[in-house]
Each structure stands twice: as C-alpha cells, then as structure tokens.
C-alpha cells in the first residue's frame, strides 16, 4: 500500500507587494483524506488553494501532487508549458465560491467543455460522462438549463460535476457554500458529503465548523499566513491547543452543545 503522501507541500511562501500571505507552510495530505482549512478572513486559506492549484505562483517552496512536484524559487522557477500545466490543473479540481460557469453554454456542455477541450474525451464520450456526473449532483433533469436559469445552490453544484469531470486526484473547495444563501447551503454540503464518502481527497477551505468537524480528517487553522495548529476534529475544534484557535471557534456555537435536530427542548 503507497503511504506517501498525495500532496505534499513543504516551506510555502507567497507574498503579493509587501503583503507576506503565506509564510513557511508545510502540510501533507494523504489519499483519500479530507482536510479542511478554517481560520479568520486574510489568514491565507484561499491562497493556498490558489498555490496548490497553481493559479497563484509562490515565491518559494515545494508543492507535490501524485508524482508531479515543482520547487519554487522566486523568478526562476520552470512552470511547466502550457499543456502540462492545463494537466496539473485538471488534476486538482477546483470549486470557487461563485461559480465561474460558462453564461453561454448548458449544464452539461459546461461539465463536458474540459474533457473536450483539455482530455480531447470523444464528443459521445464526454456527453455521457456529463450526463452521468449531473445525475450524481442531482441535476440531470437540469442538463439543458443555462446558468441564469439555475439557482445559485444549482450552479454551484454544476461547477462540482464540472471539475469531477476532469477526473482529478484532489477537489479544492474554496468556500463553496458563502455565495449562497442559507437555504441553498444544505444541498452543496450533501454533494461534498458523498464525495468524501466515496474517497475523494479533499481540501475544504469552510466557515462551516460543524461541517467540518463532521466530514474532515483534518482540521488546520490558520491565522497570518501560517498553521497555528494541526490534527482532528476532536481535537482541534473540540479541544483546540491555542489560544487563537480558541478565539476564533469561540465566535461559533459548539456543536456538541447544539441541540440534535428533532430533540425535545
């Protein structure tokens, strides 16, 4: 059994100007985990989401994903061309917060455009794989429907059949459920649910701490471009080490003294 890590990031750094958003990060994520990164707004979660995915470039650093690893050192480092860049994307899927559909297609030529145009997937090929991803989110009745005629809990689910569709070895969520509103949440949270089910590796950047503490692995806080702590959920929210971890999970109402749904009062 292969015990190396599938991603493995280690002294990432990344400033934009003068501005240092991650500094010395280092985290390993195993295959099949699912990790997710909470921390306050401005602590870099997003960021290193970008960096993982390499649309933002570190100045410094290693990222590692399956058997692909590039070192980064300022302005020298080698990306890889275009095609083998477009590949390595493609196999770190990535759910943003507001969707990025294409206004002009479908649904499902939205979740077929990457396995056309990046995998060269044979038309009949790729529109089956679609139909079958959209049926796995819930939306095949919805495969015809353009984005404005979605809701935004829709769409969003589209752009995770999308990014599945390039069969990634890892899904990045980049707060998936903050554009939605509260109603809409619930149906998105249920599709990351499933997928962590099946064993797709995960990393998570939520402000859904009892969803959090519900699905992932590991938890990482993060504040001021750095971790300040690491490991379970049982242990980094429900029994958090450091004092800035405690202030932060101090804003939420613990989900162990939320009443279950249907007690009695």
Do not use: W
């Amino acid at each position: 059994m292969n015990k190396l890590p599938l991603i493995d990031i280690a002294g990432l750094r990344k400033s934009f100007g003068d501005n240092v958003v991650l500094k010395d990060i280092h985290l390993q994520v195993q295959r099949g985990q699912v990790v997710a990164l909470i921390g306050p707004s401005g602590s870099g979660k997003s960021t290193l989401l970008r960096c993982i995915n390499l649309l933002s470039v570190p100045e410094g650093g290693r990222i590692t994903v399956g058997e692909q690893s590039i070192q980064f050192n300022g302005r020298q480092t080698a990306l890889p061309g275009e095609k083998m860049l477009a590949r390595f994307r493609a196999s770190t899927g990535m759910v943003f917060q507001h969707f990025n559909l294409f206004p002009h297609m479908t649904a499902l030529q939205n979740v077929m455009e990457g396995p056309l145009t990046v995998l060269r997937t044979p038309r009949a090929q790729a529109e089956a794989s679609a139909r079958e991803l959209l049926g796995k989110v819930g939306l095949l009745d919805r495969a015809g429907y353009y984005p404005d005629k979605l809701s935004g809990g829709q769409k969003q689910r589209v752009a995770i059949a999308r990014a599945l569709a390039m069969k990634p070895a890892v899904m990045l969520f980049d707060e998936a459920t903050s554009a939605l509103d509260p109603e809409l949440v619930g149906e998105v949270l249920h599709v990351i649910q499933d997928l962590a089910r099946e064993g797709m590796t995960m990393i998570l950047v939520t402000h859904e701490i009892g969803f959090a503490r519900e699905v992932a692995d590991q938890v990482v806080f993060m504040r001021d471009g750095v971790v300040v702590e690491c490991g379970p959920p049982g242990v980094v929210i429900d029994h958090p080490r450091h004092e800035a971890t405690r202030a932060f999970l101090g804003r939420f109402k613990a989900p162990a003294e939320e009443a279950a749904p249907g007690a009695a009062a």
